[in-house]
């Protein structure tokens, strides 16, 4: 196992370690039920709140964009573990219609027994069934032996009482309507006259209320003495046998009708219902209050720019000096037709080692190449790829010059003013910008902000660090609000009031010991993939060597600081309205041969465990029917923090760093759909704050399938047609 591999599974074991650690602390806060699970999810997926914003008091339901962008969200398949790295790339929907297809009626079921007189039934339960079913239908068919029956059937009987009983039903509530019409008192009335309304309306109830009930209850009488109503009923519900597979073909009805279709006009999407139904506008108030109270940069990441740019400075006054002394000629621009081929290699192999490189050199006169080498303390160029590209560079030049000398030196002393007048311009604008941010801290520093970490660690009786609001006495109950008083009376003052209700929101703290003791846990992917796809650093395809290797050592600082998470969680329920789970569990109804879940558990063992299920149960025994926010992220890592800082600060203005811990992403500049986010970064006496702006999803409520294939329970006890 090469070094990096090693440094992977070392960062692998500490990033389990704490991710199994926030899983603790949100399953404790927020408990599940037994037939269900929470899986962390590595990266959090990162919510762009403006996706699935839309005004819930103005719109009935969600518009179809934002219908579309929610299905999208929580179609995919979770795997069943305590934490998830990545995409599988399988759909709840298309997972459940599958598992939908092996679903079977039973052997002999009841709907194929009572619906085929010429199979001979052997199972005493499912006989005695069929017994009941053609006792009823013969008791339902069987003529209205009355004298006024005239022919009919007992249930033509039935029906008829019903009606003549449904009819007196309905005339009393529309007189009814033609009475509180009639007697409505006009817009704008009095109390008064609202009053006297009420009171004529109560004195018609009184005069004729009587009249109507007594012809119901006439008819009702006459319905059940002479329209075999109780017997009907009775016999009715034992024949009344739906069928199983009927109810799997009016799932995926349901699963076509509650289709919705993309933007694209081709993709389709199966319609979720998320509650609450305002969690994007939750979400985006977290968001906004965030960025509020982060608006300005504290001293601290005015300092971290500072220095910065300071390197930058230093990098740019090297490369102008080096320019001045004729040991290194810019080619900004050279019409050359030579084969190129070489000088193209040695510059990939240069830009390979780009992070361990001190200087690099070009097309020179040996004499000045070797002097300005010397003024940093280098005498011999022993880099291979500085030699390769001298040498392909020198190879290119002596033919280019042979062709047209006068024409190349010409063209290198062009090129050499151009970047001149460039580099010069690039100086005179870094300094301005120090200058700038100097400034700026001297008035950042004597106006510090409520959020500046306090001069020395405070810890609660937990032996957690307390930040923020958690030093101050809580103003709600300091300074308690005025309660806002409902007038009944006035019923549009408190039913049109857009209420947020109770907060959805809970306050989760947890702290992550160092992982140097831990047991690292075998895995049959290499480390270094796993890291990859979980969003551990080394991913990023346009990241350069060097922050790659910042991200590398960002990443093994954290694996061995102690850490302390804390964050607001919000359960967000998923009903899909044409998943029928239900179904699962229908007594009709099996999967034969087919295994599609082994049973709530076996699949919990396997879940705590950790251990992989087999191929067959992998298709849909369990699927996602909740999803966990985390807002207001801070982490504070103790310990020495200088490499994390450095890798933190030094991508506030670059996407192509990508740092994360456990579940959450930190890069100081990351992207998530249109949209970007931030990192607030702060030192403190113990090493560092990192506040997120971006709430993500962490974790996923999964519910667990009963077991199926069923297990065999044997013969019912029911033995008579209607003893059981």
Not at 78 to 84: D, G, H, V, W
Not at 335 to 361: I, W
Not at 448 to 463: C, D, H, I, K, R
Request: hydrophobic share 35%; aromatic share 6%.
């Amino acid at each position: 196992m090469d070094e990096q591999e090693k440094q992977a599974k070392s960062v692998l074991s500490a990033m389990k370690h704490a991710s199994e650690t926030v899983r603790g602390a949100i399953a404790a806060a927020i408990p599940v039920a037994n037939n269900q699970v929470l899986t962390v999810s590595l990266p959090g997926t990162i919510i762009d709140w403006k996706e699935y914003y839309y005004n819930v008091s103005r719109h009935i339901k969600p518009p179809l964009d934002v219908q579309v962008k929610e299905a999208r969200l929580v179609d995919g398949m979770i795997p069943l573990s305590k934490y998830t790295a990545g995409k599988t790339g399988k759909s709840v929907a298309r997972s459940y219609l599958a598992a939908l297809d092996l679903l079977v009626p039973v052997e002999a079921s009841v709907s194929g027994v009572v619906s085929n007189e010429t199979t001979e039934v052997t199972d005493e339960r499912l006989k005695t069934i069929r017994d009941r079913y053609k006792y009823s239908m013969s008791y339902l068919t069987s003529p209205d032996d009355t004298p006024s029956g005239a022919g009919r059937t007992k249930v033509d009987t039935y029906v008829l009482k019903q009606s003549a009983w449904a009819k007196e039903v309905a005339a009393y509530q529309h007189a009814q309507a033609q009475a509180l019409e009639r007697l409505a008192p006009a817009p704008g009335a009095t109390t008064a006259q609202i009053k006297a309304a009420q009171e004529k309306y109560m004195q018609w109830l009184q005069e004729h209320a009587r009249d109507y009930k007594n012809n119901i209850q006439t008819k009702y009488m006459d319905w059940v003495v002479h329209g075999y109503k109780f017997m009907v009923d009775f016999h009715f519900g034992v024949v009344d046998i739906s069928s199983g597979m009927k109810r799997i073909e009016n799932s995926k009805e349901a699963y076509r009708n509650l289709t919705i279709i993309a933007s694209d006009g081709s993709s389709e999407y199966n319609g979720v219902v998320l509650t609450p139904a305002s969690w994007a506008t939750l979400v985006a108030k977290k968001t906004l209050n965030w960025s509020r109270n982060n608006a300005k940069p504290n001293p601290a990441e005015i300092r971290a720019e500072i220095r910065r740019l300071q390197s930058l400075l230093a990098s740019h006054e090297t490369l102008q000096d080096a320019i001045d002394k004729d040991a290194f000629f810019p080619v900004l621009l050279q019409d050359n037709a030579g084969d190129d081929s070489g000088v193209k290699a040695a510059y990939a192999q240069v830009y390979s080692n780009m992070d361990t490189k001190n200087a690099k050199g070009r097309d020179q006169p040996e004499a000045s190449k070797e002097a300005w080498l010397k003024k940093f303390g280098i005498t011999t160029p022993t880099d291979n790829a500085l030699k390769l590209l001298a040498d392909a560079q020198k190879e290119q030049t002596e033919a280019s010059l042979s062709r047209n000398n006068r024409t190349v030196r010409e063209s290198n002393e062009k090129s050499k003013e151009r970047a001149g007048v460039w580099i010069t311009a690039r100086i005179k604008q870094i300094k301005a910008d120090i200058e700038d941010l100097q400034n700026q801290l001297t008035s950042a520093q004597a106006n510090p902000t409520s959020s500046a970490p306090p001069l020395l660690p405070v810890v609660n009786s937990e032996g957690m660090v307390v930040t923020g609001d958690e030093l101050v006495a809580n103003p709600n109950i300091k300074k308690p609000p005025v309660a806002r008083v409902i007038d009944l009376d006035n019923e549009d003052s408190w039913r049109n009031t857009v209420d947020d209700g109770p907060d959805p929101w809970t306050k989760i703290s947890c702290k992550v010991a160092t992982s140097s003791n831990l047991s690292e846990s075998s895995t049959s992917q290499s480390a270094s993939a796993v890291c990859a796809k979980a969003g551990w650093g080394w991913w990023s395809a346009s990241a350069s060597a060097s922050h790659t290797e910042s991200s590398a050592e960002a990443m093994q600082s954290m694996s061995k600081l102690e850490v302390e998470i804390s964050m607001s969680c919000m359960v967000v329920e998923i009903e899909r309205p044409w998943l029928h789970a239900e179904l699962f569990v229908d007594a009709e109804l099996d999967s034969g041969a087919f295994k599609i879940s082994p049973g709530e558990e076996a699949l919990k063992k396997a879940f705590e465990n950790e251990e992989s299920l087999i191929g067959a149960y992998q298709q849909f025994s369990s699927y996602p029917s909740a999803f966990v926010v985390a807002a207001d992220i801070e982490l504070s890592f103790s310990g020495d923090t200088t490499k994390l800082e450095s890798a933190v600060s030094a991508s506030s203005t670059s996407a192509n760093l990508s740092v994360g811990y456990g579940p959450f992403a930190i890069s100081g500049s990351h992207s998530s759909s249109k949209s970007k986010s931030r990192t607030k970064m702060e030192s403190t006496a113990t090493g560092c704050r990192i506040s997120v702006e971006a709430p993500q999803i962490v974790g996923w409520v999964q519910t667990l399938l009963p077991e199926l294939p069923k297990p065999k329970t044997g013969v019912s006890a029911m033995t008579g047609l209607f003893i059981m």
